[in-house]
């Protein structure tokens, strides 16, 4: 059995206009198979999760200096004793932006940097069974 993947499971505020910041659960999920990415997803509602991958070195990045053009953009927040992160997500069919602690988050990378270390993740990926899911048969 492989690597099954590391799971922090959290709470951030949906910022959805100056007055208006609703608590929502959060997901952000590492597997070594797709060692440069993390999947976040949040709940809008009960039924309705919006997902998004992006870069691992962005996230990264964001939780020390402002990171990240177009799509996603993440920026730290506040003193570094209690640091919190912005995290904005553009599509042409909405916006949304989501505030939360930073020190939960900057631990769960640390733990995906542990399997697998930065500048390491081409050697964690499989070529041959990418191209295999990618070329037909």
Do not use: C, N
């Not at 177009?70 to 553009?90: A, Y």
């Amino acid at each position: 059995m492989g690597f099954p993947g590391l799971e922090l499971k959290t709470h951030m505020t949906l910022v959805a206009d100056p007055d208006t910041r609703v608590p929502v659960p959060v997901r952000l999920y590492y597997k070594d198979t797709d060692p440069y990415a993390v999947q976040f997803s949040f709940d809008v509602t009960p039924d309705e999760v919006v997902r998004w991958t992006f870069a691992r070195e962005l996230l990264a990045q964001g939780i020390t200096a402002p990171a990240g053009l177009g799509d996603v953009k993440i920026t730290p927040v506040g003193p570094l004793q209690d640091r919190s992160i912005s995290i904005e997500l553009e599509t042409p069919d909405g916006y949304a932006r989501l505030e939360g602690m930073a020190a939960p988050i900057k631990e769960w990378l640390a733990k995906t940097y542990a399997v697998v270390a930065a500048g390491q993740e081409s050697k964690a990926v499989d070529i041959d069974r990418l191209l295999d899911e990618l070329l037909p048969h």
